[in-house]
């Protein structure tokens, strides 16, 4: 399933890094709703709403264009400082 809108950032998205879980039981990733199948690796990302904070699964193909959104987003932010 291709996942819709416009890729997440981990700036925008994330309250802190994601980390490589096994997966204990089968579980729908977040953003692509695919299932990870129980033992299969995924990354975990923590994410805060209304004052929780919730460790979201996410598949590694979605970890990985998050991550790449995230540079991208960095890359736009160094370029702003480059300018000052
Ligand atoms: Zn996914």
């Known amino acids: 399933m291709t996942p819709k ?3 997440p950032s981990l700036l925008s998205m ?3 890094k994601p980390t490589i879980y096994v997966c204990k039981k089968k ?3 977040t953003r692509c709703k695919e299932e990870v ?5 995924c990354f975990r990302i ?3 709403t ?3 904070t919730s460790k979201k699964i996410f598949c590694v193909d979605c970890t990985d264009s998050i991550i790449g959104q995230t540079k991208i987003d960095i890359s736009q932010i160094e ?4 300018t000052i």
């Open 5 to 7: 809108g416009k890729t």
């Open 14 to 16: 994330s309250t802190g």
């Open 27 to 29: 579980t729908k990733c």
């Open 37 to 41: 199948t129980m033992g299969d690796k």
């Open 46 to 48: 923590p994410k805060s």
């Open 50 to 52: 209304s004052g929780f």
């Open 79 to 82: 370029s702003e400082i480059s």
